[in-house]
């Protein structure tokens, strides 16, 4: 995987450099982090207890094409629709999230049922790194903004990011497999499993939108909120995935909700 991740990188920074030295655009660089919200199976869907209880933390290093300023003459573009409105940003991040079963199903009065204790006792985990590219899309004038200082910049994005995730699953009742120690919806085959959970690691694309605003710090500094929905394109990426034939309330595929904040600087 670090393979591919190195790879993945040079081929965006080569990417970024040959436009930059074909159109002379210019470019930022920065940093977020901040909280992520894992929709998975684990838990009660829609239950604010789980979303609030499956929460994790995420950062990453980000990348822009400016079109509306080209820095090999200090200058602005050609004043087009497209320079003044939209960014280019490609992006390396990490997530990591615990998981564990919240709502009715372990709120149960029959604390001593045996597979109230089951769900109560399953943990996991998941670890996602992503790496793509959004087309973010700026509302307002991104010259005005550049050149006023304290002002805001409002955006909404769209675009892909290829992930690597790595989960785990594990009992504090012992070791996952056995009847004594697992829910029996997961013990079914699952997708070609053996069980409807897994810690094997995988690869999937993932769609990614966000609304968030940019906010003038500086001549060459913005400050950026950001609240991201990222949905995969796989029921694996928590680790859980029980037999959809069997429990159709488990045939959504995994998501997330990062809010982040991030810094950012334009290079000159």
């Given at each position: 995987?670090?393979?591919?991740?190195?790879?993945a990188?040079?081929?965006?920074?080569g990417l970024?450099?040959n436009?930059?030295?074909?159109?002379g655009?210019?470019?930022?660089v920065?940093i977020?982090?901040?909280?992520?919200?894992?929709?998975?199976?684990?838990?009660e869907?829609?239950?604010?207890?789980?979303?609030?209880?499956n929460?994790?933390?995420?950062?990453?290093?980000v990348?822009y094409?400016?079109?509306?300023y080209?820095?090999?003459?200090?200058?602005?573009?050609?004043?087009?629709?497209f320079n003044d409105?939209f960014?280019?940003?490609?992006?390396?991040?990490?997530s990591?999230?615990k998981?564990?079963?919240?709502?009715?199903?372990?709120?149960?009065?029959?604390?001593n049922?045996?597979?109230?204790q089951?769900?109560?006792a399953?943990?996991?985990?998941?670890?996602?790194t992503?790496?793509?590219v959004q087309l973010?899309?700026?509302?307002?004038s991104?010259?005005?903004?550049t050149?006023?200082?304290?002002?805001?910049?409002p955006?909404?994005?769209l675009?892909?990011?290829?992930?690597?995730y790595?989960p785990?699953?594990?009992s504090?009742?012992?070791?996952?497999?056995?009847?004594q120690?697992t829910?029996?919806?997961y013990?079914?085959?699952?997708?070609?499993?053996?069980?409807?959970y897994?810690a094997?690691?995988?690869?999937?694309?993932?769609?990614?939108?966000?609304?968030?605003?940019?906010y003038?710090l500086?001549?060459l500094?913005?400050?950026?909120?950001?609240?991201?929905w990222q949905?995969?394109f796989?029921?694996?990426?928590?680790?859980?995935?029980?037999?959809?034939?069997?429990y159709?309330e488990?045939?959504?595929?995994?998501w997330?909700v990062?809010?982040?904040v991030?810094?950012?600087?334009?290079l000159?």
């Open positions: 995987m670090l393979k591919k991740s190195r790879f990188i040079f081929v965006l920074l970024s450099i436009v930059h030295a074909q159109f655009f210019s470019h930022e920065g977020i982090s901040g909280p992520v919200a894992f929709q998975s199976d684990y838990g869907r829609h239950d604010l207890e789980t979303n609030a209880g929460t994790g933390y995420g950062i990453g290093i990348h094409l400016n079109f509306s080209q820095a090999t003459c200090n200058c602005y573009t050609a004043d087009t629709y409105h960014k280019l940003r490609s992006e390396l991040s990490y990591k999230t998981l564990q079963h919240f709502g009715r199903w372990v709120d149960k009065p029959s604390a049922n045996l597979g109230v089951q769900l109560k399953m943990r996991g985990s998941t670890e996602i992503n790496i793509g973010e899309f700026f509302p307002l991104i010259r005005d903004f050149a006023t200082i304290g002002s805001f910049a955006y909404v994005s675009g892909a990011h290829y992930s690597y790595n785990q699953a594990y504090l009742l012992g070791p996952l497999g056995i009847p120690t829910f029996p919806k013990l079914e085959p699952s997708d070609g499993r053996p069980h409807g897994s094997e690691d995988g690869n999937v694309w993932s769609v990614v939108s966000s609304v968030g605003t940019r003038k500086s001549p500094s913005d400050l950026m909120v950001d609240l991201r949905y995969y796989s029921n694996w990426v928590d680790g859980l995935n029980p037999n959809p034939d069997i159709s488990n045939r959504a595929n995994d997330l990062w809010f982040n991030g810094y950012i600087y334009y000159q």
